[in-house]
């Protein structure tokens, strides 16, 4: 199956700065998502992006399809940044999520 | 407030005994998904039902079942819980089926097997 690595694993930020996580993925993919699990558990979509370039407010993602990485970029973070980033791919409809980065941003 | 609702948050199983977790959406999603969360590890499918009226093993579907009552609400049993099913388990949903529709999370059931 799909192999799928998420990089850093851990990532401890002052409040406002910026930073950059990664997905490497082992196989060509249809479909790419990043989520955001909250301290509490909770998991929020954040990008469906299989390729190219989408933004939203701090957040934005990059999917480059044909070197088989995803980047996801956090600006000026805040502490409700925190939680675990989770890379998701697939093909149909069994995706295969990474182990997630843990971002802890500190005020 | 719209989106997926499940139940119970938390729950403690002898080995051996069984139990219903539900899930219900509100948001006219056609697809469901069963997930668990182990520590350190990304979400693993247990079952999905890409439709109403149908219902299709995951990654790890073994010591479940799954029922999709109707378009709303997808249930996980467990009928002979084993201390390897505690897990954090997440039910979610999408407008279609696939994994190019993004996802709506419920808030999980944290789920200990003693």
């Known amino acids: 199956g799909i192999q799928v690595e998420q990089s850093p694993p851990d990532l401890i930020l002052q409040e406002g700065a910026n930073s950059t996580l990664r997905c490497n993925f082992s196989?060509?993919?249809?479909?790419l998502q990043w989520f955001h699990q909250n301290p509490w558990g909770q998991l929020i979509n954040l990008f469906y992006?299989?390729?190219g370039t989408k933004q939203n407010g701090r957040l934005s993602a990059t999917t480059v399809a044909t070197e088989r990485y995803s980047l996801l970029y956090i600006s000026s973070s805040q502490t409700t940044d925190s939680g675990v980033y989770f890379c998701?791919?697939?093909?149909?409809?069994?995706?295969?999520f990474g182990r997630g980065t843990s971002l802890i941003v500190h005020p | 407030n719209a989106g997926v609702t499940q139940t119970p948050k938390f729950q403690v199983l002898k080995t051996g005994q069984s139990m219903t977790l539900q899930c219900a959406q509100d948001?006219?999603?056609?697809?469901m998904y069963w997930y668990r969360q182990d520590p350190g590890m990304g979400l693993r499918l247990i079952y999905y039902?890409?439709?109403?009226?149908?219902?299709d093993k995951g990654e790890v579907p073994n010591g479940y079942n799954v029922s999709r009552l109707n378009k709303r609400e997808f249930s996980l049993r467990l009928e002979s819980a084993a201390p390897s099913q505690t897990s954090v388990y997440f039910c979610?949903?999408?407008?279609?089926?696939?994994?190019?529709?993004?996802?709506?999370f419920g808030s999980g059931t944290r789920l200990t097997v003693v």
């Open positions: 948001m006219n999603h056609n697809s």
């Open positions: 979610a949903s999408s407008e279609a089926k696939g994994f190019n529709y993004g996802y709506t």
């Open positions: 998701a791919v697939g093909g149909s409809y069994i995706p295969t």
């Open positions: 196989d060509s993919v249809n479909n």
């Open positions: 992006i299989p390729s």
């Open positions: 039902s890409a439709s109403e009226g149908t219902t």
